[in-house]
């Protein structure tokens, strides 16, 4: 008990000598300390050529020259940010996804706490990620290098969406989302268009059967009450997706198949169950969705081995 009371004192006086040292603090001028919560936000800054002084720890993994630590220091992952850190660097921008937000959601109080006002973009989808591309690129005075990178993005993707399109019948297609959380009912979630998974199969020109059968454009995902609608709906495909530890996912996964509803849906009998590699489909949409249509077209065109 003792220990737990020194540990909650400890943080309420780190928060509290941030706030100090930040009310001595002028506010950094726009454009002048921006940091990059995430990887996907560092790598549009980087593609918009704009100078961060801070990197999500993974920033090394989209540029190479972000991993010198002294130079660009790491602020931590994007779901668990060093708060004080953050607040001692007097950033002019804390810039992140607001998914990470809608999924952990303390993340914007937190960073409040200590002085700094984040800003929040939508990567949910190729359009989120599109709209804050160009949102980012007016803010910092680069609406042409905006405009240009939205541009190559869509020439990229135009292939792909023509072969869907041309199909006669479009995949019907389930996506679940699995995080290391407890059991598989606690952990699994059924995606909506409201996160890159589910919106990433209706952009392609698919079917996201959770969105026909509950009717709903919620945003994010949700573990359905009702299980009729979707077993209804019969998924011809089920993606999965996981996240944090894959292996543990996976291993969750792999003990629901033959347990109600999902023993019903005809994607499970006729093999048609894929788990997603996390390094192809993310949590958000990243600059490499291009790559993540290709490999869940690949799937639709039966190049890819099923799961299970």
Request: glycine letters at 8%; a negative charge.
């Amino acid at each position: 008990m003792k220990k737990a009371i020194f540990l909650f004192l400890s943080i309420l006086i780190a928060v509290a000598f941030c706030g100090c040292n930040r009310a001595g603090m002028d506010k950094s001028e726009k454009g002048t300390r921006v940091i990059a919560g995430d990887s996907v936000t560092l790598e549009i800054l980087d593609r918009l050529g704009v100078n961060v002084i801070a990197v999500p720890n993974d920033g090394a993994s989209v540029d190479e020259k972000y991993a010198d630590d002294k130079k660009y220091p790491k602020i931590g992952i994007a779901m668990s940010p060093k708060y004080e850190d953050i607040s001692l660097l007097n950033p002019s921008e804390f810039i992140m996804s607001d998914a990470t937000e809608e999924a952990f959601g303390n993340i914007k109080s937190s960073l409040q706490g200590v002085g700094v006002e984040p800003m929040l973009l939508d990567y949910n989808s190729i359009s989120g990620l599109k709209n804050s591309i160009k949102e980012l690129g007016a803010y910092f005075e680069k609406e042409a290098v905006a405009e240009s990178i939205v541009a190559e993005l869509e020439a990229k993707e135009t292939a792909i969406k023509d072969k869907i399109q041309a199909m006669e019948k479009k995949p019907r297609v389930m996506i679940l989302f699995g995080a290391p959380l407890g059991s598989a009912s606690d952990s699994i979630s059924v995606q909506t268009n409201g996160m890159f998974g589910g919106s990433l199969i209706t952009y392609m020109g698919a079917v996201n059967v959770a969105v026909e059968a509950y009717k709903s454009e919620k945003r994010g995902m949700f573990k359905p009450n009702d299980w009729d609608p979707m077993i209804d709906a019969n998924p011809e495909y089920i993606l999965c997706i996981a996240h944090g530890t894959p292996e543990k996912v996976w291993a969750m996964y792999d003990g629901i198949w033959e347990n109600a509803p999902y023993s019903f849906m005809n994607a499970v009998s006729n093999g048609k169950v894929y788990y997603l590699p996390s390094d192809v489909v993310n949590v958000i949409c990243g600059f490499d969705y291009v790559d993540s249509m290709q490999y869940i077209l690949d799937i639709f065109d039966g190049k890819i081995e099923a799961d299970i």
